[in-house]
């Protein structure tokens, strides 16, 4: 039985997010994030993230908690013992390491939205589509692009399929918008992928 199986079973729909420990520069980011949590709880969908109650992470954390949702936290015991842990969940779950947050979060997720962030944004986010690349999930993955803070991102996934290092139909895997309800619309409507082949399929 896996540590997801142990969690309390819900047909809930939830949404993984990634997103910055920090609010950014831009006070978009920040209406984003409050924009999402509670876009999420209207709609009666969970949220899973990393667990802070700092930067966008609290603010989305707050504000789905705010209008009455689920959000469910995952993170790692060290940044727990540092105290930027939100002790206001529904459910935090403490891990012990990286690499198991970010399993248990996709386990517990059915689809994944990244907003503005910093290297842990970049690397969880690029890290489940590499995942979706290869097979092992075909959950919608979506980025809210607040004031094109994605854009260069964007154009570097592009640049890639131009050089022949990444195929068109995996770079079909990154849905995008500018708004919040857009994006999960287009999530809600993403339909359940096929694995999509890579080298091993010789495609």
Known sequence: MTQADQ????????VCLFCGSSAGRRPEYAQAASSLGLELAQRGFGLVYGGANVGLMGIAADACLSAGGEVTGVMPRLLVEKEVAHLGLS??????????????????????VALPGGFGTFDELCEILTWAQLGMHSKP?????????????????????????LKPVHRELVLTDSSVEGLLNQLEQAPQRAPVGKWLDKI
């Open 91 to 112: 459910q935090l779950h403490v891990v012990e390491s990286m690499h198991q947050r970010k399993a248990l979060m996709a386990e517990l997720s059915d689809a994944f």
């Open 141 to 165: 993955v979506g980025l809210l692009n607040v004031s094109g803070y994605f854009d260069a991102l964007l154009a570097l996934f592009d640049h890639a399929v131009a050089e022949g290092l």
């Open 7 to 14: 969690l309390v079973k819900s047909d809930r729909w939830r």
